[in-house]
């Protein structure tokens, strides 16, 4: 547990950095938002900056709670089982799957692209 700071602080800065590169490469119209909007204390921090007058933060779109229209309850049950999933010795035979896991571990099992799920086809067998 001593190491989690410095695993946290880790994280966060790789997700900044592909939240940045999000808003740079992929036009406000495709995205419709701030990328950082997924990451409550991220956006809070940019969008006060965007209102000092003495800091030059970009504006990258609006910044919303990509999450708002989920109920509350199934937010901290997902969060709460990603936690979970990172203590040493979880067992995920004990974890309670969504309906959409049984569909892409049975197209996994079949030899479907799983990895380019919306538009998966069956694979060749080539380089698997």
Not at 31 to 50: T, V
Request: charged share 20%.
């Amino acid at each position: 547990m001593r190491m989690a700071p410095s695993i946290f602080r880790h994280v966060w800065s790789v997700l900044r950095i592909a939240c940045e590169g999000f808003n740079k490469h992929v036009p406000l119209e495709d995205r419709k938002i701030d990328a950082l909007s997924m990451f409550g204390m991220q956006a809070r921090k940019k969008s006060l900056l965007q209102h000092l007058p003495f800091v030059d933060a970009p504006n990258d779109g609006p910044i919303e709670n990509a999450f708002r229209h989920l109920p509350a309850r199934e937010v901290m049950v997902a969060m709460s089982g990603a936690v979970r999933s990172q203590i040493p010795g979880h067992n995920p035979a004990h974890e309670k799957l969504p309906a959409l896991a049984d569909e892409w571990f049975a197209r996994y099992e079949a030899g479907y692209e799983v990895t380019q799920w919306y538009t998966a086809g069956k694979t060749t067998g080539a380089g698997v």
